[in-house]
């Protein structure tokens, strides 16, 4: 039963992407089956298929050892702070150093021409497979790697002369995804390390996929026979090496200040709705409607408790129990409103409470940058490299935010497929 809902939630997403699309009869049927027949085949291979679990595996471990060289520096600075059994399970120690550790690593592959080499040829099977344009596949590519702000600068030359469905491919395929750099912090809250590196190639197919329903191409995209990848600016590679510190410190800093803000507000807010709720407990007792009255008194109202019911219909039709679609919608809700660190946050403080059916489709939803701060992060890095663009850029970013949270359910909702089999 649960398998028949999942496969129906892949007909419900494409549908609703389709519903919202621009111009319907513009949709290039062949590149939009086949970015979902990648996706899928990219989940059946690594989640299904025995010797695909094993590159998965084997990619996940490889990916693990070099999160523990953080371990080094990280003891070295903060000493007996960094020891869990002494200090606990400090964020600010554990997490956000091995965004700066993995940050310095990509600009070292960087600077040596690695990164641009395997965004390339990824990025050229991706074009000749979909028949998307030589720009578009590069950036949905360079995704799976870098950064929303980062993977425009891939194609930066052309940003320019994209054609509009171009330009919503990159901010789509942008939102759809996460950086390399902060996929050893949500590894640090203990989510499945696996299942991130999974997600993170699903993102560039599913991006495509919800980009090109939502805003079909219905210009003529300039074909540039030839791109020239961007090379490092930097010296030698000591110099990258610091750089990418730099850069990696500057985006952990952020996490945690961003971190200190949200969940402070939502503290703030919680205790709010905490007395709103007392309030109508007492008002619906007052009219007599007294089963109201005793679950506002005994079901304390929250922000996640608002955004579970929101979403939870939405964590259904991808394939979630009944009985956990309400803690899903919760993080569904906390990603696509506030950002994914705090929804991962939240799933791994309770995750060991969840089925593992139900793990693997959250972690798969929430793995992407698909929220409304982000729209502000592309209008500012996107209109920086190509300032005539800023006001596509502003127009088209609600929709950019509804394709990359349509991308996310639909890697969820087929790796929850392939994971039950």
């Known amino acids: 039963m649960q398998l028949l809902i999942s496969l129906a939630g892949i007909a419900i997403l494409v549908l609703c992407a ?3 699309s621009d111009n319907r009869k513009a949709i290039n049927w062949r590149t939009v089956i086949g970015a979902l027949v990648l996706q899928a085949s990219f989940a059946a291979l690594v989640l299904y298929i025995p010797l695909g679990q094993k590159m998965l595996g084997a990619m996940s471990d490889g990916v693990a050892g070099l999160l523990s060289f953080a371990d080094v520096g990280i003891n070295f600075v903060f000493g007996d702070l960094a020891n869990i059994e002494k200090s606990g399970f400090v964020f600010a ?5 091995l965004v700066i550790f993995i940050s310095a690593l990509i600009s070292l592959l960087y600077y040596f021409g690695v990164m641009q080499w395997v965004i390339k040829v990824l990025g050229g099977g991706i074009q000749k497979l979909l028949g998307t344009s030589r720009a578009e596949s590069l950036v949905a590519t360079g995704n799976i790697f870098l950064s929303q702000g980062e993977s425009p600068l891939l194609i930066r030359p052309f940003l320019a002369k994209m054609t509009r469905s171009e330009l919503f491919v990159v901010m789509t395929c942008g939102m759809a995804s996460v950086a390399g750099s902060v996929l050893g912090g949500y590894a640090g809250l203990g989510v499945e390390l696996k299942f991130l590196i999974a997600a993170s190639f699903m993102a560039a197919p599913g991006g495509l996929l919800m980009a090109k329903i939502l805003v079909p191409e219905q210009e003529t995209p300039e074909e540039q026979v030839e791109i020239e990848m961007a090379t490092s600016e930097h010296s030698n590679a000591i110099d990258a090496l610091a750089a990418g510190a730099m850069n990696g410190m500057k985006v952990s800093v952020a996490i945690g200040t961003m971190l200190i803000a949200f969940v402070s507000v939502i503290a703030m807010a919680n205790a ?10 007492n008002l619906t007792a007052t009219v007599g409607m007294d089963t109201v009255s005793q679950w506002f008194a005994t079901t304390p109202l929250s922000m996640q408790l608002i955004l579970g019911y929101i979403f939870s219909p939405l964590a259904f039709v991808v394939g979630v129990p009944a009985n956990e679609m309400m803690a899903a919608g919760t993080f569904i809700g906390e990603k696509l409103i506030l950002n994914e660190f705090v929804a ?5 403080s309770v995750k060991q409470t969840l089925s593992a059916h139900t793990q693997v489709i959250i972690t798969f939803a929430l793995c992407g940058f698909a929220n409304i701060g982000s729209i502000a992060i592309q209008i500012g890095s996107i209109g920086v490299m190509a300032p005539e663009r800023r006001s596509d850029v502003a127009r088209l970013g609600l929709k950019a935010v509804i394709g990359a949270t349509l991308a996310n359910l639909m890697s969820a909702t087929l790796a929850g497929i392939f994971v039950a089999l």
């Open 93 to 97: 120690i554990r997490v956000l150093p």
């Open 344 to 348: 991962f946050m939240d799933f791994a």
């Open 272 to 281: 709010g709705l905490e007395q709103v709720g007392h309030g109508l407990a």
């Open 18 to 20: 389709i519903l919202l």
